[in-house]
């Protein structure tokens, strides 16, 4: 849609949503179905469902390197090639060059982005768990950071909402640890993966093995299937986009929602970068954008904003944002804003191999792994750290072994029977707000003439010692389930950022003069102006936040509107 040089009343609408990834897409889907004229702003290139899916059905021979990552690459994506996984031939196509969109590291954070319509909706894990009561309490219970605002009960409702739409499988467990939600039929583990979940629970008490719960389809409701959604097909290819909208994303979801409502406007390729801050009527009345192709200045209008750019790009048009009020930063009276940059900490935890189970293998190749909820702090364990974590991982068989005398006929056999079972349990441990964790902005600017971003995290003492834990008890359960050929890891390396959960950089609270958001999500002192994705988070507890930033989303939509009809926005 070409809107360069239209008049403003043509650039205004009900409602803007800045960003079209999950909480985006979710902004866009609520306000519009209840009626509001939308415009999503996506900083990125638009990408189609079904039609820009381009690597969706390839196999590693139909790539040049076979799938590696190559010496180009390595120094394009120098950030993204730090998750291991997604600079490769087959998975880099929706992450970002970082080369095209520098940071610079006063202490290493990796920041992994994907600029397009859906943002990384299309690239997400796809892990779907609700926080837990306590979760929302443990900040004012144990003194750090702030507290929440809101509590689990505040959010039950909106949790449900999301699982219902979205569509999440997964197995009731009737855990206070890992509240149960609206689950279609779980995945199935395989039969290590049962035999490891039955000596847990025999020899560990307090401790349990599921699967993961995860925002795939497995049975479909008639609300999904109108949307163009089927079953999963167990393909893990889900970072290429999917064909068959079996998981969760913008483009498969709540975008296609909104657009069948005839309310939304999608508008691509503009970079926000700050807010319209009117004095005379209290309110931000609009946005500033660049035209990432053209470098052309564009502004929108709107009667309530949604940031939903990411927790960093979020803070980072806030920061921006400045105005005779907001002096440092929309909504920064309290000198939070940019700072508590929490992620998971991961890339701790052990491996193994176990006999037997020959006779026994699997079909397909299942996009989700079996999950271990939170036990230690939990009940009477008592740890030298505070919070906890959780293991994901799962177990395989490995591909036929040839020796070095195999040959032809002998080569291929080899090559065709399976071998040993193993398995692997990673921990993803809570990160405590710090505000020494932070993001600023350096006097350097990008190409588009914007602030590049600085980073300044690093885990702290209580992270450190939780990641010893993660490692011995992830060994301690293998070992008593019979695996052998134990090996344990903990990566020293690995800097915030890579567990890809960035939160906390524009906090909820219940004072300004100690958060950014109200608990509405509201900014303060600019109330139009909603911030519902990670940036909002007051801790970052150990389960994966995607379902948390829908359900934040789709209740504060649900105030905005009815403040707005009330003539209070």
Same mark, same amino acid.
């Given at each position: 849609?070409?809107?360069?040089?239209?008049?403003?009343?043509?650039?205004?609408f009900?409602?803007?949503?800045?960003?079209?990834?999950?909480s985006?897409?979710?902004?866009?889907?609520?306000?519009?179905?209840?009626?509001?004229?939308?415009?999503?702003?996506?900083?990125?290139?638009?990408?189609?469902?079904?039609?820009?899916? #381009?690597?969706?059905?390839?196999?590693?021979?139909?790539?040049?390197?076979?799938?590696?990552?190559?010496?180009?690459?390595?120094?394009?994506?120098?950030?993204?090639?730090?998750?291991?996984? @997604?600079?490769?031939?087959?998975?880099?196509?929706? =992450?970002?060059?970082?080369?095209?969109?520098?940071?610079?590291?006063?202490?290493?954070?990796?920041?992994i982005?994907?600029?397009?319509?859906?943002?990384?909706?299309?690239?997400?894990?796809?892990?779907?768990?609700?926080?837990?009561?306590?979760?929302?309490?443990?900040?004012?219970?144990?003194?750090?950071?702030?507290?929440?605002?809101?509590?689990?009960?505040?959010?039950?409702?909106?949790?449900?909402? @999301?699982?219902?739409?979205?569509?999440?499988?997964?197995?009731?467990?009737?855990l206070?640890?890992? #509240?149960?939600?609206?689950f279609?039929?779980?995945?199935?583990m395989?039969?290590?993966?049962?035999?490891?979940?039955?000596?847990?629970?025999?020899?560990?008490?307090?401790?349990?093995?599921?699967?993961?719960?995860?925002?795939?389809?497995?049975?479909?409701?008639?609300?999904?299937?109108?949307?163009?959604?089927?079953?999963?097909?167990?393909?893990?290819?889900?970072?290429?986009?999917?064909?068959?909208?079996?998981?969760?994303?913008?483009?498969?979801?709540?975008?296609?929602?909104?657009?069948?409502?005839?309310?939304?406007?999608?508008?691509?390729?503009?970079?926000?970068?700050?807010?319209?801050?009117?004095?005379?009527?209290?309110?931000?009345?609009?946005?500033?954008?660049?035209?990432?192709?053209?470098?052309?200045?564009?502004?929108?209008?709107?009667?309530?904003?949604?940031?939903?750019?990411?927790?960093?790009?979020?803070?980072?048009?806030?920061?921006?944002?400045?105005?005779?009020?907001?002096?440092?930063?929309?909504?920064?009276?309290?000198?939070?804003?940019?700072? *508590?940059?929490?992620?998971?900490?991961?890339?701790?935890?052990?491996?193994?191999?176990?006999?037997?189970?020959?006779?026994?293998?699997y079909?397909?190749?299942?996009?989700?792994?079996?999950?271990?909820?939170? =036990?230690?702090?939990?009940?009477?364990?008592?740890?030298?750290?505070?919070?906890?974590?959780?293991?994901?991982?799962?177990?395989?068989? @490995?591909?036929?072994?040839?020796?070095?005398?195999?040959?032809?006929? *002998?080569?291929?056999?080899?090559?065709?029977n399976?071998?040993?079972?193993?398995?692997?349990?990673?921990?993803?441990?809570?990160?405590?707000?710090?505000? *020494?964790?932070?993001m600023?902005?350096?006097?350097?600017?990008?190409?588009?003439?914007? #602030?590049?971003?600085?980073?300044?995290?690093?885990?702290?003492?209580?992270?450190?010692?939780?990641?010893?834990?993660?490692?011995?008890?992830?060994a301690?359960?293998?070992?008593?389930?019979?695996?052998?050929?134990?090996?344990?890891?903990?990566?020293?390396?690995?800097?915030?950022?890579?567990?890809?959960?960035?939160?906390?950089?524009?906090?909820?609270?219940?004072?300004?003069?100690?958060?950014?958001?109200?608990?509405?999500?509201?900014?303060?002192g600019?109330?139009?102006v909603?911030?519902?994705?990670?940036?909002?988070?007051?801790?970052?507890?150990?389960?994966?936040?995607?379902?948390?930033?829908?359900?934040?989303?789709?209740?504060?939509?649900?105030?905005?509107?009815?403040?707005?009809?009330?003539?209070?926005?």
């Open positions: 849609m070409n809107i360069q040089g239209k008049a403003k009343e043509q650039m205004t009900d409602a803007l949503v800045i960003g079209s990834g999950i985006g897409g979710w902004a866009a889907k609520e306000l519009t179905e209840k009626g509001l004229k939308v415009a999503v702003i996506e900083r990125g290139h638009d990408v189609k469902h079904l039609v820009d899916y #381009p690597d969706a059905m390839k196999d590693s021979w139909d790539y040049p390197h076979r799938g590696r990552l190559d010496n180009q690459a390595q120094e394009d994506y120098w950030a993204v090639k730090r998750t291991g996984y @997604a600079a490769s031939e087959e998975n880099r196509g929706f =992450f970002v060059k970082d080369t095209e969109h520098p940071y610079k590291e006063k202490r290493s954070f990796d920041w982005r994907g600029y397009h319509t859906g943002g990384r909706s299309l690239m997400w894990g796809r892990q779907s768990y609700r926080w837990n009561e306590q979760d929302f309490k443990a900040n004012l219970e144990e003194g750090f950071g702030a507290d929440w605002p809101i509590r689990y009960a505040d959010l039950a409702p909106w949790y449900e909402y @999301a699982e219902k739409f979205a569509g999440v499988s997964g197995y009731k467990e009737g206070d640890v890992l #509240p149960d939600g609206h279609q039929p779980g995945m199935e395989n039969c290590v993966e049962q035999h490891l979940r039955d000596s847990v629970k025999s020899k560990f008490p307090g401790r349990h093995v599921t699967i993961g719960r995860t925002a795939h389809l497995t049975a479909p409701t008639e609300e999904q299937k109108a949307l163009g959604r089927g079953t999963c097909m167990y393909r893990n290819r889900c970072m290429r986009g999917c064909p068959y909208g079996a998981y969760f994303s913008s483009q498969s979801a709540t975008l296609p929602a909104a657009e069948r409502t005839g309310n939304m406007t999608l508008i691509t390729d503009k970079i926000v970068y700050s807010t319209i801050f009117e004095k005379d009527t209290d309110k931000v009345i609009g946005v500033k954008a660049i035209d990432q192709n053209t470098k052309e200045e564009v502004e929108y209008f709107g009667k309530i904003i949604f940031l939903n750019a990411s927790a960093i790009n979020s803070a980072w048009i806030m920061m921006q944002s400045k105005s005779g009020k907001h002096a440092n930063g929309l909504g920064n009276e309290s000198d939070q804003l940019g700072r *508590n940059i929490m992620d998971h900490h991961l890339a701790s935890g052990a491996g193994g191999t176990i006999d037997g189970f020959t006779d026994k293998y079909f397909g190749n299942r996009a989700n792994g079996i999950y271990i909820p939170r =036990f230690t702090n939990w009940g009477s364990d008592k740890r030298d750290f505070v919070r906890g974590f959780g293991y994901q991982g799962g177990a395989s068989r @490995a591909k036929g072994t040839p020796t070095e005398e195999s040959f032809g006929a *002998n080569f291929k056999d080899a090559m065709s399976p071998g040993v079972w193993s398995m692997n349990l990673g921990g993803f441990g809570e990160t405590l707000p710090d505000p *020494n964790n932070r600023t902005l350096t006097g350097e600017k990008d190409k588009w003439g914007l #602030p590049v971003i600085e980073f300044d995290a690093a885990w702290g003492d209580n992270e450190q010692k939780m990641r010893i834990a993660m490692r011995d008890e992830a301690n359960m293998l070992e008593a389930a019979g695996f052998k050929n134990i090996y344990t890891y903990k990566d020293e390396v690995k800097a915030p950022g890579i567990g890809i959960h960035e939160m906390g950089t524009a906090r909820m609270g219940n004072d300004p003069k100690t958060s950014v958001l109200n608990k509405y999500n509201q900014v303060w600019a109330e139009n909603f911030v519902t994705d990670g940036a909002a988070m007051v801790s970052s507890s150990c389960v994966n936040p995607s379902l948390t930033y829908m359900a934040l989303t789709a209740r504060a939509a649900a105030f905005a509107v009815d403040e707005l009809k009330k003539g209070n926005l």
